[in-house]
Each structure stands twice: as structure tokens, then as C-alpha cells.
């Protein structure tokens, strides 16, 4: 309250104060953020002239990947991918976030996300390498199943690589997600259904699942953000045939020379990723048809 | 009762299958960069120094090193204080537009890394700033900025706001409150950001790759071996990039954990 006031007082003057706090971040943020995320979409429509970039408005970049069928591939393949992983890092994370949230004490729980929050911070490139490794024809899942007669399987350079990749890379975070959302379900109501005769499951899915509804999709939003955007799996472990979008764009800007068309698909994605994240935060804190 | 056990059981096991899944690349690379093999499988092979010693004595290693360790630390100080700042602000103040201003300094975490990448590269190409170690820096206090932020802010919720106030009605300035009751109440929240943003920006690859130029980091050197072919060099120095993150990682948690009442009876 107090502060509050305090501020207010103050608003007509300049106050160095508080200019001191808040501008930095700002300034920052503009020039090293804003800045760079503008002018690659201005780049989108530069010229490049023996291997040199020229600043111009063309449509020219556009039209050229727009025509082209192997961006079209790229983007189904990548958008497909991505929705396979969300759907199944939710699936897989659901009943061990039901545990954390309502079969464990506050205690391991909190044990439980430390572990958890561990590797989402660590050396995503390392673990992915090292999946490269286990899951290589000769690697230690073929060696460990030719003890009981089977295999070996091709697991590198295909989809089921790259979804390994991914789930790496999400399921810790929607592990996290899922559980402080399933945690905050007031437990009354899933003792009041229980009460009123309501079946474990059915207690799941029509009053546990509406309630944390919201972190639930946040959770998957995130996955999807995190699996679009990834080039290390589907690069390393998914064999990149066809490439994904990631992958083009540092193909594309490598290889190619080719910034502005690089920078077609990076805008292509994001404008991608904003309807999605949209969509998704809509349906998240839609309410409830009421009755 | 024998229903609920056997679910009990399930969901243990189900967990401890998520944790193997999560844990076992990271198990793996730290038992093969100690197995002799060329190709790491299991049987393991006997027992060696060897990839360590190879990465000893690689000039290559350790001037990827220094730089991760210098990007990492400064980047850890700038994102820091950034984070604070930004922190402090949105505690202590309400203004206009400020759903645009937290939005502006939460989002980089929800952009696309490759994305990020491309349109860093692209400006400071433009603005004159590229392939330095400070174009990574930058780069970096981008990304973690929200972090060091997120942690600052959340430790301030705990705090008691009259604190601030009484200091002031005894007559500190408002500097002088800063330094003296704002500060240390946050200092475990600061640590904890240091570490965090050290980590993140110890293990990220995809910006520092696209605007290092010749001033690779350790990530940025794993990925350039690994494009190559099986190396168990990689083991050797992801043990090492593991250990390192994790340590952060985990003293960012525990300063970040630290309760209220011990700070505040300092």
C-alpha cells in the first residue's frame, strides 16, 4: 500500500529513482532483441547479389520459397512433428504428474521437480549426442536386445529418433508444468465427486482435467514451441530427410549464403508459433459453457 | 486398500521409468568417456584416462574453455543485473504500459533458439558487432534475462513491503534502502540467478554457434565434432560441460530455496 502511494505521489515529477530500475531492461531489450527480431523480418525482403546483401523490398524471397515443394515439406513435415511430440510428451507426462501432484507428500514432490529441473537446464546438445550413441545400430538398446534374440532395430534416422530427441528435450518441463497445475486442483471438488459416487477415472477427466485445464495446455504450448524450434533432433537422430524447418534455415544460411530467405522461414515460423500460442492460451482460459 | 497399493506401485515405477529416460543419456556419456572403446557400446571395454587426457592436452579445448567461462561469467553479471532491475521495478512500481514492458523481458525464453539466431546474427552483421565474444555476451543476457528476473521477482514476493517504507521513514534515502534492506533480503535470489544464468548460457549452442565466428565455445566445438563423426572426445568433455551445468544448477536451486526468515535475520 504504502509503496503504492508512494509512487503515485511522485508520478508527475522525473524520478531518477525509479528511472534508474526501470529503463535499463528496456534499452536493452530494444536494441538487442526488438532490434534484431524487426530487422529480420525487414531482411525477408533484401536482395542478394554475388554473395552480397542488398537492402531493397522485394517480394522476391517470398515467392521463391513459397513456390518451392521442399519448403512445403519441410514446414507439414515440421508442424507434424511437433504436434506428434506435444501429444505424446502430454500422454506420457499425465500419470506421473497425477503421482506428484496427488499421491506424494509435499516433500518428495519437491524433491521430484529439483531432480527434474536439473537436466531441462543441462547440455540439451551433449544428451542428444549421447542418445546417438545408445540408439546407434550397434549401440547399447541393440547390443542389450540381441541377449534375448532380437533386433537389431533401426532407431537413428527415423521419426522414432527424433521423438526420443524431443521428449529429451520437453518432458522434464511438462512434467513440471503439469504437476503445479494438477497441484493446485482444489481437492475438496475431487473429494466432493468422490463422495457423490463419481468412478476414479471419470473423476479424472470431468473434474480434474477441466480444473487444470490451463496449466495443462500451457504445459503442451510449450512443448510445441520447444519441438518446432528444435534443429538438434531431427538433425542428429531424425537423419534430416527432409530437413525441418530449423534445419533449413541454418542450411539456408550456412551453406547458401542465402540470409533473406532464411529469414523467410524464420518469419513463416513465428507468425506459425504466435497463432498457435493464440489458439491455445483461448482455449486455456475459455470458460466453461455455461449451464 | 490392495487396489490402491498396486496403483501406488504402478506410478512409482512409471515415475522411476521417466527418470531412466531422462537421466540415462547423461549416465551414459559419463561411463563411456571412461570405457576404451572406439565405438561406445556395451560390453564396456577396459577402464581408461585416455579421452581425458586427449582433451588435456587439446589447445583446442581449452581455448573453447576460456571463452565459455568468460562468456558464461559475464554474461551471468549482466543478465543478472538486468534481471534485478527489471525485478525491482515491477515490486516496487505500477506505470503505463506495463503488460508491454514485462512482456518485452519475458519473451526471449519463448522464441525459437534458431530463430533468435539467425535474427542476431543478421543485426549485428548490420550494427558492425559480429563474431565477437561480446556479440555472444549480448546475445546471451537476451536470453537469460527473463530467468534472472523471474527468480529476483519471486523472491521479493516474499518479502514484507513495509520493510522498504520503514527505512525510509527513518530517514535512509532511498538509495540507502536499496543497499541496505532491499539488497541483502535478495542476495540468496542473486546467487541463485548468477548460477542459473551461468549454466544456461555455459550450455547454449545455437545462438553462440551462428554469432561467435572464430570464438567457439565448448557447445559450439561438441557440435562441431559430433557433425563429423563418433568421437568418445565428446564423452570426455560432455562429462565435464555436465558436471559443470548440473553443480550450477542445483546451487541455483538450493540458494533459490533458501527460506525467508533465515535472510531476512541477518
Same mark, same amino acid.
Given at each position: 500500500?504504502?509503496?503504492?502511494?508512494?509512487? =503515485?505521489?511522485?508520478?508527475?515529477?522525473?524520478?531518477?529513482?525509479?528511472?534508474?530500475?526501470? =529503463?535499463?531492461?528496456?534499452?536493452?531489450?530494444?536494441?538487442? #532483441?526488438?532490434?534484431?527480431?524487426?530487422?529480420?523480418?525487414?531482411?525477408?525482403?533484401?536482395?542478394?547479389?554475388? *554473395?552480397?546483401?542488398?537492402?531493397?523490398?522485394?517480394?522476391?524471397?517470398?515467392?521463391?520459397? #513459397?513456390?518451392?515443394?521442399?519448403?512445403?515439406?519441410?514446414?507439414?513435415?515440421?508442424?507434424?512433428?511437433?504436434?506428434?511430440?506435444?501429444?505424446?510428451?502430454?500422454?506420457?507426462?499425465?500419470?506421473?504428474?497425477?503421482?506428484?501432484?496427488?499421491?506424494?507428500?509435499?516433500?518428495?514432490?519437491?524433491?521430484?521437480?529439483?531432480?527434474?529441473?536439473?537436466?531441462?537446464? =543441462?547440455?540439451?546438445?551433449?544428451?542428444?549426442?549421447?542418445?546417438? +550413441?545408445?540408439? %546407434?545400430?550397434?549401440?547399447?538398446?541393440?547390443?542389450?536386445?540381441?541377449?534375448?534374440?532380437?533386433?537389431?532395430?533401426?532407431?537413428?534416422?527415423?521419426?522414432?529418433? =527424433?521423438?526420443?530427441?524431443?521428449?529429451?528435450?520437453?518432458?522434464?518441463? +511438462?512434467?513440471?508444468?503439469?504437476?503445479?497445475?494438477?497441484?493446485?486442483?482444489?481437492?475438496?471438488?475431487?473429494?466432493?465427486?468422490?463422495?457423490?459416487?463419481?468412478?476414479?477415472?471419470?473423476?479424472?477427466?470431468?473434474?480434474?482435467?477441466?480444473?487444470?485445464?490451463?496449466?495443462?495446455? +500451457?504445459?503442451?504450448?510449450?512443448?510445441?514451441?520447444?519441438?518446432?524450434?528444435?534443429?538438434?533432433?531431427? *538433425?542428429?537422430?531424425?537423419?534430416?530427410?527432409?530437413?525441418?524447418?530449423?534445419?533449413?534455415?541454418?542450411?539456408?544460411?550456412?551453406?547458401?549464403?542465402?540470409?533473406?530467405?532464411?529469414?523467410?522461414?524464420?518469419?513463416?515460423?513465428?507468425?506459425?508459433?504466435?497463432?498457435?500460442?493464440? %489458439? %491455445?492460451?483461448?482455449? %486455456?482460459?475459455?470458460?466453461?459453457?455455461?449451464? | 486398500?490392495?487396489?490402491?497399493?498396486?496403483?501406488?506401485?504402478?506410478?512409482?515405477?512409471? $515415475?522411476?521409468?521417466?527418470?531412466? @529416460?531422462? @537421466?540415462?543419456?547423461?549416465?551414459?556419456?559419463?561411463?563411456?568417456?571412461?570405457?576404451?572403446?572406439? @565405438?561406445?557400446?556395451?560390453?564396456?571395454?577396459?577402464?581408461?584416462?585416455?579421452?581425458?587426457?586427449?582433451?588435456?592436452?587439446?589447445?583446442?579445448?581449452?581455448?573453447?574453455?576460456?571463452?565459455?567461462?568468460?562468456?558464461?561469467?559475464?554474461?551471468?553479471?549482466?543478465?543478472?543485473?538486468?534481471?534485478?532491475?527489471?525485478?525491482?521495478?515491477?515490486?516496487?512500481?505500477?506505470?503505463?504500459?506495463?503488460?508491454?514492458?514485462?512482456?518485452?523481458?519475458?519473451?526471449?525464453?519463448?522464441?525459437?533458439? /534458431?530463430?533468435?539466431?539467425?535474427?542476431?546474427?543478421?543485426?549485428?552483421?548490420?550494427?558492425?558487432?559480429?563474431?565477437?565474444?561480446?556479440?555472444?555476451?549480448?546475445?546471451?543476457?537476451?536470453?537469460?534475462?527473463? @530467468?534472472?528476473?523471474?527468480?529476483?521477482?519471486?523472491?521479493?514476493?516474499?518479502?514484507?513491503?513495509?520493510?522498504?517504507?520503514?527505512?525510509?521513514?527513518?530517514?535512509?534515502?532511498?538509495?540507502?534502502?536499496?543497499?541496505?534492506? /532491499?539488497?541483502?533480503?535478495?542476495?540468496?535470489?542473486?546467487?541463485?540467478?548468477?548460477?542459473?544464468?551461468?549454466?544456461?548460457?555455459?550450455?547454449?549452442?545455437? &545462438?553462440?554457434?551462428?554469432?561467435?565466428?572464430?570464438?567457439?565455445? $565448448?557447445?559450439?566445438?561438441?557440435?562441431? /565434432?559430433?557433425?563429423?563423426?563418433?568421437?568418445?572426445? &565428446?564423452?570426455?568433455?560432455?562429462?565435464?560441460?555436465?558436471?559443470?551445468?548440473?553443480?550450477?544448477?542445483?546451487?541455483?536451486? /538450493?540458494?533459490?530455496?533458501?527460506?525467508?526468515?533465515?535472510?531476512?535475520?541477518?
Amino acid at each position: 500500500m504504502n509503496t503504492q502511494k508512494k509512487s =503515485t505521489q511522485k508520478k508527475r515529477r522525473f524520478n531518477l529513482y525509479a528511472m534508474v530500475w526501470r =529503463t535499463p531492461i528496456i534499452v536493452w531489450q530494444l536494441l538487442f #532483441f526488438v532490434g534484431p527480431l524487426l530487422f529480420m523480418i525487414a531482411m525477408s525482403f533484401f536482395l542478394v547479389k554475388n *554473395y552480397r546483401m542488398i537492402e531493397a523490398f522485394e517480394m522476391k524471397n517470398w515467392i521463391k520459397m #513459397f513456390s518451392k515443394n521442399y519448403f512445403w515439406d519441410s514446414y507439414y513435415l515440421t508442424f507434424g512433428l511437433a504436434s506428434l511430440s506435444t501429444i505424446i510428451a502430454t500422454v506420457i507426462a499425465f500419470p506421473a504428474s497425477f503421482a506428484l501432484a496427488f499421491k506424494v507428500s509435499d516433500n518428495v514432490r519437491r524433491w521430484v521437480i529439483f531432480l527434474l529441473i536439473i537436466p531441462f537446464f =543441462t547440455s540439451y546438445l551433449v544428451r542428444i549426442f549421447s542418445w546417438y +550413441v545408445i540408439l %546407434a545400430e550397434s549401440g547399447v538398446i541393440n547390443a542389450m536386445l540381441s541377449y534375448v534374440g532380437l533386433g537389431p532395430y533401426t532407431m537413428l534416422n527415423t521419426m522414432f529418433g =527424433t521423438l526420443v530427441g524431443y521428449m529429451t528435450l520437453c518432458l522434464p518441463l +511438462v512434467v513440471i508444468l503439469q504437476t503445479f497445475s494438477l497441484a493446485n486442483v482444489d481437492k475438496n471438488l475431487i473429494q466432493a465427486a468422490k463422495n457423490l459416487g463419481c468412478s476414479p477415472i471419470k473423476t479424472i477427466y470431468s473434474v480434474i482435467i477441466p480444473l487444470a485445464k490451463t496449466g495443462l495446455i +500451457v504445459a503442451a504450448l510449450f512443448c510445441f514451441i520447444l519441438s518446432f524450434g528444435d534443429f538438434v533432433s531431427p *538433425y542428429y537422430l531424425g537423419g534430416s530427410k527432409p530437413p525441418t524447418l530449423p534445419i533449413l534455415i541454418i542450411d539456408t544460411t550456412k551453406s547458401g549464403q542465402q540470409w533473406p530467405r532464411a529469414a523467410v522461414v524464420a518469419v513463416v515460423m513465428m507468425a506459425t508459433l504466435i497463432t498457435i500460442a493464440f %489458439a %491455445a492460451l483461448a482455449l %486455456a482460459y475459455k470458460k466453461r459453457a455455461s449451464r | 486398500m490392495k487396489e490402491s497399493n498396486t496403483l501406488k506401485w504402478f506410478l512409482w515405477i512409471y $515415475i522411476g521409468l521417466i527418470f531412466v @529416460f531422462i @537421466f540415462s543419456p547423461i549416465i551414459f556419456s559419463m561411463i563411456f568417456s571412461f570405457n576404451s572403446a572406439r @565405438f561406445p557400446t556395451i560390453p564396456l571395454e577396459s577402464f581408461t584416462w585416455h579421452w581425458y587426457e586427449t582433451i588435456w592436452n587439446d589447445s583446442d579445448v581449452w581455448q573453447a574453455a576460456k571463452t565459455s567461462v568468460i562468456v558464461s561469467s559475464c554474461t551471468a553479471v549482466i543478465a543478472t543485473a538486468l534481471g534485478f532491475a527489471t525485478a525491482y521495478s515491477d515490486f516496487r512500481y505500477n506505470f503505463r504500459f506495463k503488460g508491454p514492458y514485462l512482456a518485452l523481458v519475458l519473451l526471449p525464453p519463448t522464441i525459437p533458439l /534458431i530463430i533468435l539466431a539467425l535474427a542476431m546474427l543478421a543485426w549485428f552483421s548490420k550494427i558492425g558487432t559480429s563474431g565477437q565474444i561480446y556479440s555472444i555476451v549480448i546475445a546471451h543476457s537476451v536470453m537469460t534475462a527473463p @530467468f534472472a528476473m523471474a527468480i529476483i521477482r519471486l523472491r521479493l514476493n516474499q518479502i514484507d513491503e513495509n520493510l522498504e517504507a520503514a527505512a525510509w521513514n527513518l530517514g535512509a534515502s532511498e538509495w540507502r534502502a536499496m543497499k541496505e534492506v /532491499i539488497l541483502p533480503f535478495c542476495k540468496p535470489a542473486i546467487v541463485s540467478s548468477l548460477c542459473l544464468t551461468a549454466a544456461v548460457s555455459f550450455d547454449e549452442f545455437a &545462438v553462440a554457434w551462428f554469432v561467435s565466428g572464430l570464438n567457439k565455445t $565448448i557447445p559450439v566445438m561438441i557440435m562441431e /565434432i559430433v557433425t563429423g563423426n563418433i568421437d568418445p572426445r &565428446v564423452n570426455a568433455i560432455g562429462t565435464f560441460v555436465f558436471i559443470t551445468s548440473m553443480t550450477l544448477v542445483i546451487i541455483a536451486q /538450493i540458494f533459490f530455496m533458501t527460506r525467508p526468515k533465515e535472510a531476512s535475520a541477518q
